[in-house]
């Protein structure tokens, strides 16, 4: 079955901890991007990818890094996590394409900083 | 500027009747595509519909219609035939740059709210 996997879909963590949220596609998509919805401003793009090696920063890239080793995964790391950082997250894949490539979104994860 | 405005934060419908949510959008790029999702209170994501910026024809899917008109730099989204389970948020989102470095932004989405 085609799909986005988030890991994990719920997690309460407190400052300054580190943490990473995983995402996985087995669909063979070359972009990735991480999104963040907050009640109010929709979704906003963290940053995103457009293969391997290749990333680049959204609207809101501050305090997230992120990595592409495989077309698979992309990671979303905090390195210290905040409180104005709580939030539900949403990966996405698509392919590279001119034309209609809808997005893949993962089941997003809800994360609450302390 | 803000890259999509949707002005509309909460809709009301009756059930079987049509409504449009009301989508702009800002942009140089000539080349775009402009997306519709579905959110439901379940939380997923699910894409209705989209039109690319050289599309001559306004895109269908099913109940869904886009009215695109490129001039107004509107993509409103038309729903048919409105049914209980399309309460939900609804998203429009563009993604620029088609042809190298992609990025995408979303508004900030309509409340619809379909009344038996």
């Known amino acids: 079955e085609a799909q986005v996997t988030q890991n994990p879909r719920y997690l309460i963590t407190v400052t300054g901890k580190k943490l990473t949220v995983t995402c996985s596609q087995n669909?063979?998509?070359?972009?990735m991007s991480w999104y963040r919805q907050d009640p109010g401003l929709g979704l906003r793009q963290i940053y995103y990818?457009?293969?391997?090696?290749?990333?680049d920063k959204g609207d809101v890239p501050e305090g997230y890094k992120v990595s592409r080793k495989e077309k698979r995964n992309f990671p979303l790391i905090l390195e210290s996590p905040s409180p104005n950082q709580t939030s539900l997250y949403f990966c996405?894949?698509?392919?590279?394409?001119?034309?209609?490539?809808?997005?893949?979104f993962g089941q997003g994860t809800r994360l609450t900083v302390v | 500027a803000q890259k999509i405005t949707q002005t509309q934060p909460g809709m009301f419908v009756q059930e079987k009747e049509a409504v449009t949510l009301d989508c702009t959008y800002d942009?140089?790029?000539?080349?775009?595509?402009l997306f519709w999702y579905k959110q439901p209170s379940s939380g997923e994501m699910i894409f209705l519909i989209y039109?690319?910026?050289?599309?001559?024809q306004n895109a269908t899917e099913g109940r869904y219609s886009l009215n695109f008109q490129k001039a107004r730099k509107s993509a409103n989204l038309v729903i048919s035939a409105s049914q209980l389970g399309d309460s939900a948020m609804y998203f429009c989102?563009?993604?620029?740059?088609?042809?190298?470095?992609?990025?995408?932004?979303f508004g900030i989405g309509t409340k619809l709210q379909v009344i038996p």
């Open positions: 942009t140089s790029d000539p080349s775009y595509g």
């Open positions: 669909m063979n998509h070359e972009y």
């Open positions: 989102a563009m993604r620029e740059g088609l042809e190298g470095y992609q990025k995408v932004t």
């Open positions: 996405a894949s698509s392919p590279i394409s001119a034309g209609n490539t809808e997005a893949f």
């Open positions: 990818s457009m293969n391997v090696e290749v990333t």
């Open positions: 039109q690319g910026s050289y599309d001559q």
